[in-house]
């Protein structure tokens, strides 16, 4: 239950799919950071309830996360909530 301001995640992803994009999905909102690795997480993956710091997280995080990545707003089901909640 992440509801009502409960943080999921400190400065992680709670679980990770390797993934194989095609097409242009670089030009689509959310994946322009799909082949960056950093902190968080590694390239060509997406991440599940990922948090970086304190100031944002996502439920689906496209490609990596952390300091060399832009944090951890990218993706699908994004919060700047102060930490990783809604």
Do not use: P
Not at 15 to 27: D, R
Not at 43 to 59: E, H, L, R
Request: proline share 0%; aromatic share 10%; with cysteine.
């Amino acid at each position: 239950n992440f509801r009502n301001g409960k943080v999921w995640s400190s400065d992680r992803c709670l679980g990770s799919c390797t993934v194989q994009y095609g097409g242009q999905y670089k030009t689509t909102d959310g994946f322009q950071l799909a082949e960056c690795g950093s902190n968080i997480q590694s390239s060509n993956k997406i991440g599940f309830w990922c948090d970086w710091s304190s100031g944002d997280g996502s439920v689906m995080m496209i490609g990596g996360g952390g300091k060399d990545c832009n944090r951890a707003d990218h993706g699908i089901g994004i919060t700047e909530a102060g930490e990783a909640s809604f």
